[in-house]
């Protein structure tokens, strides 16, 4: 039977089995035998990694004609206006391609929201503001290079959703399985 967990993955955890020197591993976390990531989050980001025991689950989640939508909180250095975000909106060309289009808007900091360890850098003298990013692909570290190529540079990057899967009461390193 297809089954899915789903993780809240802590700031630098690496989404392999295989340790790997200075980072923590999904062997740290889930005991649980025969699952995989069906996809990825780079060690600096945090939040929702679905892990699967089933190979075209697996598949379903990852690959882009499905247009699985990824949801992600952006805490980024500045202020973005409206004409920063329509940048966003209409897909950026980042290192040879263009991004699909993304849902995106600002939000108020998430009020439940746990610290980050370490804390990221703050600077007296710039602002720094959250964003909601809505996704349908997921290129190696594409929010940050979609965030610093309107000029806003990433500080935080959580997943919040994949799909119909949220990080709902997962606190990070917690994880629970679905059927």
């Known amino acids: 039977m297809a089954r899915l967990l789903l993780f809240n993955k802590p700031y630098g955890v690496i ?3 295989t340790p790997q020197a200075g980072y923590q591993s999904l062997t740290d976390f889930i005991p649980v035998p025969d699952f995989y990531p069906a996809g ?4 600096d980001s945090e939040g929702l990694v679905l892990l699967t025991n089933d190979g075209r689950l697996q598949h379903r989640i990852t690959d882009p004609k499905y247009k699985q939508s990824k ?3 952006v805490q980024v250095e500045g202020m973005p206006d409206q004409s920063a975000l329509k940048f966003l909106h209409e897909g950026i060309l980042l290192k040879g391609y263009r991004t699909q289009p993304a849902k995106a808007r600002l939000m ?5 929201l746990w610290p980050r360890i370490p804390a990221i850098r703050s600077r007296r003298n710039i602002p720094t503001c959250w964003l909601e990013l ?22 935080r990057l959580i997943r ?3 799909g119909k899967y949220t990080l709902a009461n997962l606190t990070p390193g917690q994880w629970r399985i679905v059927e």
Do not use: S
Not at 40 to 43: K, M
């Open 15 to 17: 989404c392999q089995f």
């Open 40 to 43: 990825r989050l780079d060690a």
């Open 71 to 73: 949801v992600y909180w």
């Open 108 to 112: 108020d900091e998430p009020v439940y």
């Open 134 to 155: 809505t996704l349908t692909e997921g290129k190696n570290r594409q929010v940050r290079h979609m965030t610093a190529a309107i000029g806003f540079p990433t500080l």
């Open 160 to 162: 919040v959703a994949i």
